[in-house]
């Protein structure tokens, strides 16, 4: 992948795009140096055949770690479930230095940097989309993209070029876009869902086992 590639497809670390993420950026540089405090770029090899897509760098996790949902409470979940698929080997600390690898799979989010509050607006998730568009494009086995939330799931579509109403978002849900692309939905894996109980164990497990029933067809 070219340079040039790359720069498109992540933001600068001082990206200047939306102006209350930039404020929250700097609040947090200036009080909390040693973390990450930049827009969190993707992980995972380019030419994996699965994206999963979450919503943006939780304050204490992503943010403070600079690796997608690393450091708080909805990473224990995904890593426990994508080392279960071989999908990642390795073992998962909440450090990005724990040396865990992704095999098959790479990880995003639709709004790079940490927002107030964990809550992206509305503008600033059409600002970042260009940024997922461009890591679409870089991807040349992409084959599904799992996103979690219905904010991911209408980050993609809209990244695709399709209306936010071309396909409606469903837990376990597994959507063929129009160029073959499979879009597979599950409840966001954070802590206020399995705390609920809304998302389980078993309920992530089976929509992603079913996700990749449906890539080895």
């Known amino acids: 992948m070219s340079e040039a590639c790359e720069a498109v497809t992540d933001p600068g670390r001082d990206c200047p795009l939306c102006p209350r993420l930039v404020a929250l950026r700097e609040a947090n540089r200036a009080k909390l140096p040693d973390w990450h405090n930049a827009p969190v770029p993707s992980w995972g090899p380019r030419d994996a055949p699965l994206l ?58 639709a709004v790079r940097c940490v927002p107030p509050a964990n809550l992206p607006e509305p503008l600033e998730t059409r600002t970042c989309n260009q940024f997922l568009r461009a890591e679409l494009g870089a991807m040349p086995r992409l084959k599904a993209v799992l996103a979690l939330g219905v904010l991911a799931h209408a980050a993609a579509l809209r990244a695709c070029g ?9 837990h376990g849900a597994i959507h063929t876009l129009p160029d073959g692309l499979l879009l597979a939905n599950s409840y966001h894996v954070s802590r206020y869902n399995t705390s609920t109980r809304r998302l389980t164990t078993e309920m992530f497990e089976s929509a992603v086992a079913d996700l990749l029933k449906r890539l080895a067809g």
Do not use: W
């Open 52 to 109: 999963v897509l979450g919503m943006a760098p939780g304050q204490k996790g992503a943010n403070r770690t600079g690796r997608p949902f690393t450091g708080d409470h909805a990473g224990k979940l995904l890593y426990a479930t994508l080392l279960k698929f071989g999908l990642a080997e390795g073992t998962y600390l909440e450090d990005p230095n724990d040396g865990m690898q992704m095999l098959g799979c790479r990880i995003t989010n």
């Open 162 to 170: 399709l209306p936010v109403s071309h396909k409606r978002f469903a």
